[in-house]
């Protein structure tokens, strides 16, 4: 059952994001929160959206019901990806001390977040838009009351994150200091809930930040140690994050680019940011409600008075709590005079009916997760049958192999933890993006240039034009060329595995080799990838068969798996990789080696000189019409340059390495 709920889970996460590549029109990771981090849902600076699987906001929802919650955290993350300004948040991050930082983040993301969800209609709407409402109300109802709050500040965020879900607040200050601050930090707060630009937003979160130093300075200056290092007010602050269920704030997105005046005339305020309070001066009041108030203050001078600043300031901290509502007014109003502090409140402005998700919401996320449940199953039968396929057998490589009988072993690569490939997949392709659809559109336009050429032979077709010309020429007749087919072509990569490719240098070309499978995928090019070792496991000669002219999901998943291991027996597995290139139907046939230096197994220690024998190899697939590329990554690049002439390529950081082989691949096709 457990193994069923986490394959439910990823593919869950593969329906967000599909749905943010539908209305962004571009591709990003959503990944699981680490347990070590106190956080419901975040965006990195990948960018990535992160989502926590099970939190207190979920215990106790039925299994729907809590998908929809998390598709309203997914929307609130993608919403924030839109409308908040990261930079210039950090920005003034790092105009503080380290220690005032964390607090500044909190507060930025409690102020942000009804802020986005009343500008959230402007880009979606629906199932999506209602989840996001739903999420916001389910992390309203499981707000504890301010008054569980152990110190002041903690009364005063618990307060602030009630007021940003737009509920009333619960319970009610126990210190006057909390009380106090937050009603001093309330108009901006609700002036950051309906503005509509993200830099003026964190400018009133840094004004909340200021103001409310005196509630939590002393303890973050004298506990902060480091940035690395977290304080017990650290901790605390992760904790209240995810009590409150606030994202911590990224370090990538630059907020909406739309003008701020547009956006106001789009966002909707009717819900979830529309708050429906006034600030009354005691004079405005009537008899009645003149009455109420002196009532409610008369109890509140009883209070103990705190002290924030200095001892001066004393005296002005005094103050009463409780809220007052007239009667025939739909609006909540917070009562204020220079001597006497009210309460804030807000109505309750969540409809039960409409911001409870409905049955059909439910069903539309299940369905999402169905989809992708019934494509996986599709892709993997898909995978399976391409699978079955076993790596090609060729007992005689060569003749001069043939007498020393060298072992070679080839092994189909498996999947051992599909969703970790997911990731890792997802991560380079994600990086990638930009490059491999230029790469794509590239190679596609130059596709595209194929057609009849007409050029000028001493026979055919007269050229009336080329006849009547001035200069003396014998081809004055047309013909007809054929296309010479470019994009008819099949790829054979191999990469070395051999232990000095460990670390960078395999990392770098396994983005390669994805970035490729993207392109090729994309281009409906067959590729076949394959990685070659040798002297280990019983064996002269190994190879990793990893996609295998397929683009199915599952096999392009496996060259997550690309690593390295002893030495490389270069010749023989060039010879091997052209074999199967050979039974390809395709009009071109190209094969790319990436390798780090020269040959080096215990078959060239002793029975031939693998410089030779490698440059033999390339030069009988060559010979077979096969385009052979190499590819240096290491610092034999000397060697490797002689073996493959002037198809070669020296790449020195990840980034080069794609788009060098790219650059190299397109000049090749070019000249068929």
């Known amino acids: 059952m457990k193994k069923k709920k986490d394959s439910e889970w990823l593919y869950e996460k593969q329906a967000m994001a599909k749905k943010y590549l539908g209305v962004k029109k571009k591709r990003i990771p959503i990944r699981d929160v680490p ?12 960018p990535a959206i992160y989502i926590k699987k099970d939190s207190l906001f979920t215990k106790g929802l039925d299994d729907h019901k809590a998908r929809a919650f998390r598709f309203g955290l997914f929307t609130k993350e993608m919403a924030r990806l839109e409308f908040t300004n990261f930079n210039y948040q950090n920005k003034l991050a790092e105009t503080l001390e380290p220690y005032e930082r964390n607090v500044f983040r909190l507060i930025c993301s409690i102020i942000e977040e009804p802020a986005i969800e009343s500008l959230a209609p402007t880009f979606i709407g629906g199932y999506l838009l209602q989840s996001l409402r739903y999420a916001t109300k389910r992390v309203y109802d499981c707000a504890v009351p301010i008054d569980s709050g152990k110190t002041p500040f903690e009364e005063f965020i618990l307060a602030l994150q009630q007021f940003g879900d737009m509920g009333p607040l619960k319970g009610s200050f126990k210190t006057p200091a909390a009380r106090t601050i937050f009603y001093r930090c309330s108009p901006c707060a609700s002036d950051a809930v309906e503005e509509t630009d993200a830099i003026k937003r964190a400018d009133l979160s840094l004004k909340i930040h200021q103001i409310s130093k005196p509630l939590w300075e002393t303890e973050a200056k004298s ?87 200095e001892e001066e300031e004393e005296d002005e901290l005094s103050g009463g709590s409780g809220s007052l509502s007239a009667d ?51 892709e993997e039968k898909a995978a399976t049958e391409t699978s079955i396929e076993k790596p090609f057998d060729f007992p005689e490589i060569d003749k001069k192999y043939k007498e020393r009988s060298y072992k070679c072993k080839n092994i189909t690569t498996t999947l051992s933890n599909r969703e970790n490939a997911v990731l890792g997949y997802n991560k380079v392709a994600t990086e990638f993006a930009d490059l491999i659809h230029n790469s794509y559109k590239r190679l596609k336009s130059l596709f595209a240039e194929e057609a009849e050429e007409t050029v000028y032979k001493s026979s055919g077709k007269l050229s009336l034009k080329k006849s009547m010309s ?83 999901t599952d096999d392009l998943l496996k060259l997550t798996s690309i690593h390295a291991q002893a030495n490389n027996f270069d010749g023989y597995s060039v010879r091997y ?36 024998d490698t440059k033999d190899a390339i030069r009988e697939a060559r010979g077979k019409n096969q385009n052979v590329l190499g590819v240096a990554i290491g610092a034999d690049i000397e060697t490797l340059q002689k073996m493959y002439g002037n198809d070669f390529v020296f790449i020195k950081s990840s980034e080069d390495l794609f788009t060098g082989i790219i650059n190299k691949f397109t000049l090749m096709v070019k000249k068929w």
């Open 328 to 378: 025939g007014n739909d609006e909540d109003f917070i009562i204020y005079d220079e001597t006497h502090k009210g309460d804030l409140s807000t109505i309750k402005d969540y409809d039960p009916i409409e911001d409870e998700i409905d049955v059909k919401g439910c069903d539309f996320f299940d369905k999402l997760v169905r989809t992708e449940l019934e494509l996986a199953e599709v």
């Open 577 to 612: 990789a052209s074999k199967i290139l050979e039974k390809r139907p395709e009009t071109h046939k190209v094969m790319i080696v990436i390798s780090d230096g020269q040959p080096a197994c215990n078959a060239y220690s002793y029975a031939m000189d693998g410089y030779s």
């Open 470 to 552: 001035s200069t003396v020429s014998s081809k004055v007749f047309t013909k007809k060329v054929d296309p010479k087919d470019k994009s008819n072509m099949a790829v054979m990569l191999v990469i070395d595995e051999s232990g000095s490719m460990s670390g960078t240098r395999i990392q770098r070309a396994k983005t390669a080799a994805i970035n490729l499978a993207e392109i090729f995928k994309k281009l409906n090019i067959p590729l076949y990838v394959m990685g070659f070792t040798s002297d280990t496991e019983g064996a002269d000669v190994i190879h990793h068969h990893y996609a295998m002219w397929s683009s199915a």
């Open 35 to 46: 347990e070590e981090i106190n956080q419901v849902a975040y965006t990195s600076s990948e």
């Open 223 to 309: 506990t902060y140690i480091d940035e690395k290092t977290l304080s017990e007010f650290e901790k605390l602050l992760s904790a209240l994050s995810m009590i409150t269920g606030k994202s911590s704030m990224a370090s990538a997105g630059f907020g909406s680019t739309i003008d701020p005046e547009e956006l106001e005339e789009e966002a909707d305020f009717s819900k979830g940011a529309s708050r429906k309070t006034t600030f009354k001066e005691v004079n405005d009041l009537s008899e009645e409600e003149k009455e109420r108030y002196d009532e409610i203050t008369k109890e509140d001078e009883e209070d103990e008075t705190i002290s924030l600043k």
